[in-house]
């Protein structure tokens, strides 16, 4: 079992930058791909970014690709997203998921947290 809390969401005006953390419970973090997710009013929740277990394989939306940046620090069981140049349309509620499949790019994801929101002002 993994429970995810993340943090970081807040309030920034477009072009600038924001890190949201996803604190992970249980002694087998770094055996999950973890992925970032988010969610606009009235529209569907969306992949962001995803990053492997082993850390060496990352995946992008090409709406973040080259602006958001995901990693992980297995000793803290915390993933990261690195948003830079942030837009309006990047408003949205922030989830991170941990999957425990080797299959990549994941297919599904086991573990979900409760979002954090982000708001990008123009």
């Known amino acids: 079992q993994v429970q995810l809390v993340e943090s970081g969401g807040g309030l920034v005006q477009a072009g600038g930058s924001l890190r949201l953390s996803c604190a992970a419970s249980?002694?087998?973090?770094?055996?999950?791909?973890m992925g970032w997710f988010r969610q606009a009013p009235g529209k569907e929740r969306e992949f962001v970014a995803a990053?492997?277990?082993?850390?060496?394989?990352?995946n992008y939306a090409d709406s973040v690709k080259g602006r958001f940046t995901i990693s992980r620090d297995n000793a803290k069981k915390t993933v990261y997203l690195q948003m830079n140049s942030l837009r309006p349309e990047d408003t949205a509620v922030y989830y991170c998921?941990?999957?425990?499949?080797?299959?990549?790019?994941?297919?599904?994801?086991?573990?979900w947290g409760q979002g954090t929101q982000v708001t990008v002002s123009s």
């Open positions: 249980g002694r087998t973090f770094s055996t999950y791909t």
């Open positions: 990053l492997s277990w082993s850390g060496g394989s990352t």
């Open positions: 998921a941990a999957s425990a499949t080797r299959s990549w790019p994941p297919p599904w994801y086991n573990y």
